[in-house]
C-alpha cells in the first residue's frame, strides 16, 4: 500500500511543517482550478492506524452536543472533541497545529487560517440510517471570534462504505441545478472545500447501511481575519434540489426577512431568542 499523503505520527501526531507544506503543495493546482467552488478529494490521507484508534474511541459515544432530526437534517448528530477520549482529542489539537495549517495554506492559497479552539459546529458528526444533510450553503461567521469562514476538511471513518448505502458528499453547482461531483465517505477520504454563501454541498441521499452501521466523519471549519460590519452574516442555508421531494427551510427564511426589516445591531441582540422560539 502506498504512504498516505501526510506524514502524522500515530502515536505523537507531529507532522514536519516544511513536508506538511510540501504535500499541500502537491495538491494546489487540482484545488484551486476546481469549480464551481475550489474542492478536492484525498484518498489515503493520514496514517490508518490513526483513523482507526479514532473509531475504537468513538464506539461509545457521550450524549451529543447537538442534535438534528428535521426535514433538512435528519438523525444528525455532532460531538465536541473535549468530551471524547484522549487519543481523538489530541488528534483534533493537532488538526488546529501550525502543521496541519501550513498544509491547509498550500494547498488552498489561503493564507492567515485561523483554527478554531470552540470547534463550533465541528467535532466527530454522525448520520444514523434513515438519515441525511440536505445541500446547502454553511453559516459564514463565526459568533464568537467574529471571523469569516473559509475552509471545511472532512475525513471519514467509514470501513467498506459502498455508494448504494447513501451519505455520498455532493458538490452543486451555484444555481443549484446540477450536481458537479460525488464522494463517497469511505474511509481515509479527506474532502475539503472553500466556503461562500453560494458553495453548495451536503450528504442528501438517505443513509442505508445493510449493518445498520452510521456514517461518521471528523470535521474541521477554518476561518480568517477578513470579516468586516458591512457584511451581511447569515445561518446555513438550505437549498431543495430540483426535482425531488427537498424541503425549503422556511425557518431560516423567516429569519433572513426579520434581519432584513431589523438593524442590524437590535438583530445580533434578539437572534438568540429567535433561535429558542423556533424563527
Known sequence: ????????????????FKVARAAGKTLAD????AQPYNYIGVDNFLNPEILNRVRSDIEDLPEAESSFDRAQERLKTSYLPERLPVYTRQLFQAFNGRAF???LEEMTGIQGLIPDPYFHGAGIHRVANGGHLDIHADFNLHSVMKVERRLNVLLYLNPEWKEEWGGSFEVWDKQMENKVDS???????MCCFSTGSDTFHGNPETVANPNGDPRLSIALYYYTATWDETR????????????????ADKRIAR???IQDVVPPFIYRRISGKLHKIGL
Open 1 to 16: 500500500m502506498s504512504s498516505p499523503l501526510l506524514s502524522m505520527d500515530p502515536e505523537n501526531f507531529e507532522m514536519d
Open 183 to 189: 464522494f463517497v465517505p469511505v474511509f481515509n477520504r
Open 30 to 33: 487540482q484545488y484551486q482550478s
Open 101 to 103: 495549517i501550513g498544509f
Open 232 to 247: 451581511k452574516s447569515h445561518t446555513t442555508l438550505f437549498k431543495p434540489r430540483p426535482g425531488t421531494a427537498d424541503q
Open 255 to 257: 429569519r433572513a426577512k
